[in-house]
């Protein structure tokens, strides 16, 4: 029997936190048999091409379009005599490289993928068709380790519950097995496929989006709605594990499905575009004195552009991209990048952006998996307004520092424990033996409150994410069952979690999430213990720990009941959906009692404070933008070395309404302009004599502090080191250092300055069109700045605010899937391969496996990438000019009849043979400095925010020099020629 799917195109716009949607949908409906017409695409099949080039456009340099309008002219019969090898061989030679992206995109094993089996359901009977069949309607039977080949929505499982697990590395890069649950009702089907044929159900869901994590729509089946969201589906892409089988019906096809939505675009380099502003010279056209005829004068122009095209050859942009393919394989390969304790090494992403690695102003960074490790470790807690974790001495009652060498409390009584977790307040334990009715509570709510299941493997206790639809927990020998009734869900508006549970008959709702969301929702009549935990919340966040606050209620059954409804009502709502959920949660989550807080510690990686403090040298600013609440985030500043001791002044912008904010900046701004009449800048920097701070010890644990002594030493390049005799090299690279120092500038100071703390509810005033500009003129005076409690959203609006008003590249990085949209705002992005998936690297331009390998990345390998790039272009131009204006001094002897001076095959593989080994060689492998030094000394970062190495000065230069050098190469032969010449006529006329 045939059945329909039907869908409704819903408008979804991801830019916004809510999603809007139109009031009116428009239904598209699908026959089993009939060729799939969803969402207004007509003939979509399932086919994968990953081709993202036609034949036709897989070239859009401005410089091959020139090459091949020189191609056409030289065919044409009144251009024939003009060489026309020289500019034909040279594009037939190019011709593989310039189609590089097109042959990059054919994928041989497309064809492969689109004949891969899949079973099913045809007539109520399995059978095997090719993946580029399926069809949407179709429901497909997926086995063991078998990919899915379409998205599809879960109706039968082999599991109990509908349960069925999946592996999503081929979509985020993470290899933890996902949990997916199909429906109840649907999962009564079981395997009876002439049941499952017979299926006739309606699916409405939303239009194809980007979001791995975010799915809405509702299945319409024997007259009933059931809402859908993405633990319901299976995307195109995963992989079934540890699930025997289970069938599923296809709402999405490859052209549709999410797999096709996540890919990033590449944008070229901001270099690249400058070329075009140093190339009118392939127009240049000498004045004809003699001709007035429009059709002469239009000959000689296309003639000798034609002609002295060589100074911008097509070469050029082969020459480019092979210098920075190479140099991308040079960041691949630096072994003192690569991260061994997770086999990680630097991965750069796109070749297109290696020279704006060493150009890089503005740096902005996440915290949590950025800078610090993510490996969130229990530290302390406070319990019904007593705080627990640390020792206190009995006798003076003063708290004991707590170091490696103190003997954790021993929790081997627990055949579950993990071995490696440290805690040392015996008070804690004592409590929970004595079955402490508030310390209860406090772990009950914490083995409640989650959406994960436990499970044992290979004798360790792992967690995979997915709630179950009970919970069974055992505390000193006692269980307790609940029935888990509604999970009230997490995410960066609310900063909060919920479940519903029922034991006994009784309802009860938990709930945990930030402090000042928390503390808006408690009972009133609770002072002393707030009073007392939030001095406990200050202390902790001090201390740079994350802190997390729990509270409880009892709910009224015929409350929740008459509230269930009106949740299952909303849940299968399509217009705002979100909206309505929010409205319900917040009726429900309110009248809390407190029940305490967590304080998690989260360390930061290695190598951190150092790092910040080089890249400040280097002339870089670093914005960090944090979830975390305001004393953490300065705490974190603190420890990292963004804020020291030595600042003038710390700013915290922290007010509620638009007024508050401005008149705070206002203030700001005024203290900083009477600091800058007034106060002198302090000579006593604690400065070495190169720039770098000296931090005393280093926090880096296998990082090694380089002396002058140590520049002797040859360069660390992983791949290919040039190095002559080590005094000679020291020497030059000395003179260089110091040339360069003196050219930008004394080094930064790294004691004064001013710094700026911005709340997130301030940071949204501050973005309001009217005072962007006040508070762009106060932060750009700041030397550091940290934003926290920000959304997602806000920390691009962040880095898009200073791209808009700044002519600065920016970098972006981050670890998680909340740092996406902020690390495709910046001009780079670079992901950290952490504890929060690949998302963020999967967006980003370059991979590193810890933060600290962003200073290498940016001080060694982009500034090589910048010097040598710069250094290219110098080159290529000069000796192009000295070649090709040896045709312009003789268009003066050969009355401008376009005649060339070299044989027209030696114009042709001038570029591609005679000097190309040369340039390249510059490109890839030139070093005035080397890779320690690069390090030792960052102020040499500095020239690529000022383009030094190449701007028009530069440029003319190079031009002159090669005009000069064209002028000897031509006219001492022509010279000499003349002589003779003359001479045998002297002798000529004698005889």
Known sequence: MDYELEVFEVYDDSDQQTSKRHSKHTRKKCKQKQKASVLGLENTDNDISKSKNSVVGSDRRHLSLRESILSVFTKLVVWRDQRRYQTTVPDKIDSPHSSKDFRKGYIPCDSHVNNRKSRVVRRGQLVKEKWSAVQVGDIIRMDNNQFIAADVLILTSSEPNGLCYIETSELDGE????????????????????????FDGEILCEMPNNLLNKFEGVLIWKGKSYSLDNDKIMLRGCVLRNTQWCYGIVFFLLSMCLFCMVACGIWESLVGQYFQTYLPWDTLVPTEPLGGATIIALLVFFSYAIVLNTVVPISLYVSVEVIRFVQSFLINWDEQMYYEKTGTQAKARTTTLNEELGQIEYVFSDKTGTLTQNIMTFNKCSIAARSYGDIIDQRTGDVIEITDDTEPLDFSFNPNYEADFRFYDKHLLEAVRKRDADVFSFF???????????????????????????????????????????????????????????????????????????YERLKNGQDEVKHKTQEHLN?????????????????????????????????????????????????????????????????????????????????????????DKQETAINIGYSCQLLTDELVDLFIVDASSFEEVQQQLLKFRDNIKIVHTFQPRSPNVNQTSNGRVDSGESSRGDSTIFTPQTLASPPAVSVVTFRWDDEHSTQTQSSHITEVIEEVGPPEETSGGFAIVVNGHSLVHCLHPQMERLFLEVVMQCKSVICCRVTPLQKALVVELVKKNKQAVTLAIGD??????????????????????????????????????????????????????????????????????????????????????????????????????????????????????????????????????????????SALQGCFVSMVLFFVPFGKLFLCFSKCSILYYVH
Request: aromatic share 12%; proline share 2%; net charge negative.
């Open 444 to 518: 009950r709510l914490l083995a409640l409150c989650h959406t994960v299941m436990s499970e044992h493997n290979d004798g360790k206790l792992e967690y995979q994410e997915r709630a179950p639809n009970s919970i069974t927990i055992e505390a000193m020998g006692i269980k307790e069952v609940y029935e888990l009734l509604c999970i009230l869900d997490f995410n960066n508006v609310r900063k909060r979690m919920s479940v519903i549970l029922r034991r006994d008959g009784k309802l009860k709702l938990y709930c945990k999430g930030a402090d000042n969301v928390i």
């Open 816 to 957: 998680g899937a909340n740092d996406v949209s902020m690390i495709k705002a910046a001009h780079i992005g670079v992901g950290i391969s952490g504890q929060e998936g690949m998302q963020a690297v999967l967006a980003s331009d370059y991979s590193i496996a810890q933060f600290r390998f962003l200073e290498r990345l940016l001080l060694v390998h982009g500034r090589w990438s910048y010097y040598r790039m710069c250094s290219f272009l110098r080159y290529f131009f000069n000796k192009n000019f000295a070649f090709t204006l040896c045709h312009f001094w003789y268009a003066f002897f050969c009355g401008f009849s376009a005649q060339t001076v070299f044989d027209p095959m030696y114009i042709s593989i001038y570029n591609l043979f005679y000097t190309s080994l040369p340039v390249l060689g510059v490109g890839i492998f030139d070093q005035d400095v080397n890779d320690k030094n690069s390090v030792l000394y960052p102020q040499l970062y500095k020239p690529g925010h000022y383009n030094l190495f190449f701007n028009k000065k530069e440029f003319f230069r």
């Open 175 to 198: 290899t933890n097995l996902k949990c997916r649950q199909c429906l109840l009702e649907t999962a009564e089907m079981g395997q009876n496929d002439a049941l499952l044929g017979e």
């Open 539 to 627: 202390k902790f966040a001090g201390e740079g720990l994350r802190t997390l606050v729990l509270a409880s209620c009892d709910l009224d059954e015929v409350f929740f009941n008459n509230w269930k409804q009106r949740h299952q009502e909303a849940a299968v709502s399509l217009e705002d959906r979100e909206e309505k959920l929010d409205a319900l949660y917040e009726e429900i989550e309110k009248d809390l009692e407190l029940v305490g807080v967590t304080a998690i510690e989260d360390k930061l990686q290695d190598g951190v404070p150092q790092t910040i403090a080089n890249l400040i040298l280097a002339g870089i600013k670093i914005w960090v933008l944090t979830g």
